[in-house]
């Protein structure tokens, strides 16, 4: 969960530790009368507010680049490379964010100081030497140090929560679901909205997501495109007297429905009393990208994406897609889940931006059997036509059983496949797998956690960037080259295929290239085998180009 993870932890810790040193620095050396003016002229110092807008450009940082693992998208990758060298854009105005956060800790500091100023009184010590009131203060400002602790943990959250959800609309992912990590530590509150399906651009996933409380850890999480939604589990239907397991699983015990209603007012009282007003983290998004030199996915030029597709709501609409705006001749879909057809065409969109020069090798692109049954088909006819020349007199069916027993249709296996064929060549899914997302899924997994396929290679997703894999290696002939040799003579050898790749890459050179393939887009941070296969397949793509 982003708010757990040890990055976002070691940003609250930052945040915490500059509040510290900043209100100890204001005090010390300095006579009691004097703390509210110097602890003010601290924080509002440009010191600070630098410090600060670095925090708040790593919580940006850090949310983009998780959330793009988590839809396992090559830019987490990237980001997470080149991290230490984003350059940052100069800005003489501090961003809305920036301000909102010296604003508040301007606050913050002046009721700490408060504070502090009145136990001295009540001591009897408000106006001793300064150099005899520096231990005491650094006694009290520990008795005080919760309230800056939840105040940076409350701040980071919120930002990064919001940063978060504006990359999952802007990667397209349509629903996002509360996740909370249930135990005898959940609040009442991220029970309740445990499971809970928001639409992505509503404005309950954003009144609802994550910080709900003071030291909240809960998420929202993208739901999979092979997740049969169910009705009743959307915000709009809920029944919040029906709270869910771990596994988002209806518990038969009912919630009072005056306890939910307190529950949604503590909610609602958390966010308008201690969140950042909306208004200002949208302000501060566009120009904090611009500083940062985010990409914004879905603005990206036409020019830059090029080929774009748009999720289709029926297959016949996927399939008339796939031959108006690809070098496909034929396709054929039926027996798919619209859900695995969109994916298909989203990697074939990909695909064909990243390297155009695979078109040559698309001719068809859908089901397996349908692919298969185009080649059969064709080869009877064509050999009907070769015997008909040689038996001039035998009838047609004469001429047709006596072909098929020459011709064997080839049969399908395996989640999918790749053909290079010069025809009918391209890529087919089985339809006993396409056909049922939740079972396609299922065997995913299992072959991961065998170590089958690579880390993160669980998703229809994978599978299909797999097959790419083979497509590119058929036009940049990667698994020939000595990189390729030099790797799986040495994995071979050291029998380390299953350790550092799969199991599955020790069948041959290709299938190490379109494992490795795999494991590059899919795995956040590919592990060394999969790195070095990748950015050769890169190089080569780049190569190509020019």
Same mark, same amino acid.
């Given at each position: 969960?982003?708010?757990?993870?040890?990055?976002?932890?070691?940003?609250?810790?930052?945040?915490?530790?500059?509040?510290?040193?900043?209100?100890?620095?204001?005090?010390?050396?300095?006579?009691?009368?004097?703390?509210?003016?110097?602890?003010?002229?601290?924080?509002?110092?440009?010191?600070?507010?630098?410090?600060?807008?670095?925090?708040?450009?790593?919580?940006?940082?850090?949310?983009?680049?998780?959330?793009?693992?988590?839809?396992?998208?090559?830019?987490?990758?990237?980001?997470?490379?080149?991290?230490?060298?984003?350059?940052?854009?100069?800005?003489?105005? !501090?961003?809305?964010?920036?301000?909102?956060?010296?604003?508040? &800790?301007?606050?913050?500091?002046?009721?700490?100081?408060?504070?502090?100023?009145?136990?001295?009184?009540?001591?009897?010590?408000?106006?001793?030497?300064?150099?005899?009131?520096?231990?005491?203060?650094?006694?009290?400002?520990?008795?005080?140090?919760?309230? &800056?602790?939840?105040?940076?943990?409350?701040?980071?959250?919120?930002?990064?929560?919001?940063?978060?959800?504006?990359?999952?609309?802007?990667?397209?992912?349509?629903?996002?679901?509360?996740?909370?990590?249930?135990?005898?530590?959940?609040?009442?509150?991220?029970?309740?909205?445990?499971?809970?399906?928001?639409?992505?651009?509503?404005?309950?996933?954003?009144?609802?997501?994550?910080?709900?409380?003071?030291?909240?850890?809960?998420?929202?999480?993208?739901?999979?495109?092979?997740?049969?939604?169910? !009705?009743?589990?959307?915000?709009?239907?809920?029944?919040?007297?029906?709270?869910?397991?771990?596994?988002?699983?209806?518990?038969?015990?009912?919630?009072?429905?005056?306890?939910?209603?307190?529950?949604?007012?503590?909610?609602?009282?958390?966010?308008?009393?201690?969140?950042?007003?909306?208004?200002?983290?949208?302000?501060?998004?566009?120009?904090?990208?611009?500083?940062?030199?985010?990409?914004?996915?879905?603005?990206? !030029?036409?020019?830059?994406?090029?080929?774009?597709?748009?999720?289709?709501?029926?297959?016949?609409? &996927?399939?008339?897609?796939?031959?108006?705006?690809?070098?496909?001749?034929?396709?054929?879909?039926?027996?798919?889940?619209?859900?695995?057809?969109?994916?298909?065409?989203?990697?074939?969109?990909?695909?064909?931006?990243?390297?155009?020069?695979?078109?040559?090798?698309?001719?068809?692109?859908?089901?397996?059997?349908?692919?298969?049954?185009?080649?059969?088909?064709?080869?009877?006819?064509?050999?009907?036509?070769?015997?008909?020349?040689?038996?001039?007199?035998?009838?047609?069916?004469?001429?047709?059983?006596?072909?098929?027993?020459?011709?064997?249709?080839?049969?399908?296996?395996?989640?999918?496949?790749?053909?290079?064929?010069?025809?009918?060549?391209?890529?087919?899914?089985?339809?006993?797998?396409?056909?049922? !997302?939740?079972?396609?899924?299922?065997?995913?997994?299992?072959?991961?956690?065998?170590?089958?396929?690579?880390?993160?290679?669980?998703?229809?997703?994978?599978?299909?960037?797999?097959?790419?894999?083979?497509?590119?290696?058929?036009?940049?002939?990667?698994?020939?080259?000595?990189?390729?040799?030099?790797?799986?003579?040495?994995?071979?050898?050291?029998?380390?295929?299953?350790?550092?790749?799969?199991?599955?890459?020790?069948?041959?050179?290709?299938?190490?290239?379109?494992?490795?393939?795999?494991?590059?887009?899919?795995?956040?941070?590919?592990?060394?085998?999969?790195?070095?296969?990748?950015?050769?397949?890169?190089?080569?793509?780049?190569?190509?180009?020019?």
């Amino acid at each position: 969960m982003l708010l757990n993870t040890t990055r976002i932890r070691k940003i609250e810790s930052r945040f915490l530790s500059l509040f510290e040193r900043t209100f100890l620095k204001a005090t010390k050396g300095k006579p009691a009368p004097a703390y509210s003016k110097s602890v003010r002229t601290q924080f509002k110092s440009k010191t600070f507010e630098v410090q600060a807008d670095k925090i708040i450009d790593d919580i940006y940082l850090q949310s983009i680049d998780y959330t793009d693992s988590q839809v396992n998208e090559q830019l987490s990758a990237s980001l997470r490379r080149e991290r230490r060298k984003v350059k940052v854009s100069a800005s003489t105005k !501090p961003l809305p964010i920036t301000e909102e956060a010296v604003k508040q &800790a301007v606050g913050l500091s002046e009721e700490v100081t408060k504070s502090i100023t009145r136990i001295l009184k009540d001591d009897g010590i408000y106006l001793e030497h300064p150099d005899k009131l520096e231990q005491r203060v650094r006694d009290l400002w520990g008795g005080q140090k919760y309230r &800056a602790r939840r105040f940076t943990r409350t701040f980071v959250a919120d930002v990064a929560t919001n940063t978060e959800l504006w990359r999952y609309q802007d990667s397209g992912i349509d629903d996002l679901q509360f996740y909370a990590k249930i135990d005898e530590k959940t609040s009442d509150q991220c029970r309740m909205l445990h499971g809970t399906i928001f639409r992505t651009n509503s404005p309950d996933a954003r009144r609802y997501m994550p910080p709900c409380h003071f030291h909240c850890r809960s998420d929202i999480i993208p739901v999979p495109i092979t997740m049969k939604v169910d !009705p009743k589990m959307r915000y709009e239907n809920r029944d919040f007297s029906r709270q869910m397991d771990q596994d988002f699983d209806f518990l038969e015990d009912r919630t009072d429905k005056d306890l939910i209603k307190k529950t949604f007012e503590d909610i609602d009282y958390f966010r308008d009393e201690y969140s950042i007003d909306q208004f200002i983290l949208d302000e501060d998004l566009e120009a904090r990208l611009q500083k940062l030199n985010v990409k914004v996915l879905s603005e990206l !030029p036409e020019e830059e994406l090029g080929l774009k597709y748009t999720q289709a709501k029926t297959v016949k609409e &996927a399939e008339t897609w796939v031959l108006e705006n690809t070098s496909v001749k034929y396709t054929d879909f039926k027996g798919v889940d619209i859900d695995i057809v969109n994916e298909m065409n989203e990697r074939l969109s990909y695909h064909l931006n990243l390297a155009p020069k695979i078109s040559e090798k698309m001719k068809f692109y859908g089901t397996g059997q349908a692919q298969f049954e185009l080649w059969y088909q064709d080869e009877i006819n064509k050999q009907i036509e070769w015997f008909r020349k040689l038996h001039p007199g035998e009838d047609d069916k004469q001429l047709l059983k006596r072909v098929k027993k020459l011709v064997k249709k080839p049969t399908t296996g395996g989640y999918a496949h790749t053909w290079n064929q010069p025809k009918f060549g391209g890529i087919g899914v089985n339809k006993k797998y396409g056909g049922d !997302p939740l079972e396609f899924s299922k065997y995913l997994d299992t072959d991961v956690a065998s170590g089958f396929h690579p880390i993160d290679c669980n998703t229809p997703k994978s599978t299909f960037d797999h097959e790419f894999g083979h497509v590119l290696d058929y036009v940049y002939k990667v698994s020939d080259s000595p990189t390729v040799l030099d790797l799986y003579d040495k994995l071979l050898k050291d029998q380390e295929f299953t350790k550092s790749i799969s199991r599955y890459a020790s069948t041959n050179r290709k299938e190490l290239v379109a494992e490795a393939w795999a494991e590059y887009l899919n795995n956040p941070e590919p592990r060394a085998v999969s790195k070095q296969i990748g950015e050769l397949i890169m190089s080569k793509i780049k190569e190509g180009q020019t």
